[in-house]
């Protein structure tokens, strides 16, 4: 059985047809909880490359931290913790994310930074320097549909806590 032009043209257009459909369906948006976990893998792989501006684009002009910084003060603090050394590495780990309503939710994390070429947390301490914070921040839903960092609270952590 052959198929006649007409028969191949119309088979491709349906496939074409079919493909436009499904590109152009419209995509459910995440829950929060996965929207809020992906904002922070974002930001400590933003925080990895030390690519400073993707990084800061998480964090809301109306942030304030319970220790009182403002974006500004927070961008100098991390620019301290993400430059300073050679290697960095960031580790996230025991990432819980609770919804607070849909354009709001809270994180609590434990970021782990050290200073090698270790590439996963196992190694990290064998060969480096290690600092480690647990976050508690409170991320909203901006009106430009992006998930940023509104408030947050950190300490540091022991080396009796990271594991």
């Known amino acids: 059985m052959t198929l006649s032009r007409g028969q191949v043209l119309g088979v491709v257009l349906a496939l074409i047809a079919a493909g436009a459909v499904l590109a ?13 976990t992906r904002r922070v893998l974002q930001m400590s792989d933003a925080a990895e490359r030390k690519d400073m501006a993707d990084l800061m684009d998480g964090v809301a002009e109306s942030f304030r931290s319970e220790q009182g910084w403002d974006k500004q ?12 050394g050679q290697w960095v590495r960031v580790f996230v780990k025991d990432l819980h994310v609770t919804e607070v309503s ?62």
């Not at 003060?73 to 300073?84: D, E, H, I, Y």
């Not at 976050?135 to 509104?150: E, L, P, T």
């Open 102 to 163: 849909p354009s709001q939710g809270d994180v609590q994390v434990k970021l782990i930074f050290g200073r090698s070429e270790a590439d996963t947390l196992e190694n990290l301490a064998r060969d480096s320097v290690l600092s480690a914070y647990l976050i508690d921040a409170r991320f909203d839903k901006q009106a430009d549909g992006v998930w940023r960092v509104v408030g947050a609270k950190h300490r540091s952590l022991s080396p009796g806590e990271l594991f």
């Open 73 to 84: 003060q927070l961008k100098s603090v991390l620019l301290g913790q993400v430059l300073r």
């Open 24 to 36: 152009f369906w419209p995509q459910q948006e995440p829950g929060v909880k996965d929207a809020i």
